[in-house]
């Protein structure tokens, strides 16, 4: 009997941890500032999506450094994966993508004209883009392009001419999920 007894108080105190580990466990998402978080790395931002793999481009300029500088990720209102990367030797953030599962508007990103001074469209991937040139909010020259692809919409920002992101646009992987 007294064997039992504590066999269920064991099973009882086990059950607690775990639930409070548990909890601990989701506490960061809980008390993050709102719908989007940050991750150490591109897998846990995956992870927590629950997506196979993120659309990420096949090219980088030689310029940007990896791993990336800042990953966010959120699944309120819809799932939305946000990355950022540095410049290799000045260390300013110079690329911004975003992926956001539905056809949603853009995201906000840390590199975007905030004053567009060139608009015009262009095909990446065989979907329908719009690139917009002109100064970030610093003053800097920038491009952005937007494009539907797939389940996601596909905002990237480059402090850089039309041509590399372009380019980095269509080396995007077509598949993902």
Do not use: K
Request: net charge negative; with cysteine.
């Amino acid at each position: 009997m007294r064997r039992a007894q504590s066999l269920m108080l064991l099973t009882v105190a086990l059950g607690v941890l775990i639930g409070a580990l548990a909890l601990l466990n989701a506490l960061p998402t809980m008390v993050s500032d709102g719908p989007v978080r940050p991750y150490a790395t591109l897998d846990e931002a995956r992870r927590a999506l629950g997506w196979q793999r993120p659309l990420l481009p096949a090219y980088f300029p030689s310029y940007i450094a990896w791993p990336p500088a800042e990953v966010l990720a959120g699944t309120e209102p819809v799932p939305t994966l946000v990355v950022q990367f540095r410049h290799r030797e000045q260390g300013t953030i110079v690329l911004s993508l975003a992926q956001v599962r539905a056809s949603h508007e853009a995201v906000p990103l840390a590199i975007e004209p905030v004053e567009a001074v060139e608009t015009s469209r262009r095909s990446i991937n065989g979907h329908d883009a719009v690139v917009a040139r002109g100064r970030c909010a610093d003053g800097g020259l920038c491009t952005r392009i937007d494009w539907q692809q797939g389940d996601f919409h596909m905002s990237m920002g480059l402090r850089d001419g039309i041509d590399e992101l372009v380019r980095m646009a269509h080396s995007v992987d077509q598949q993902a999920s």
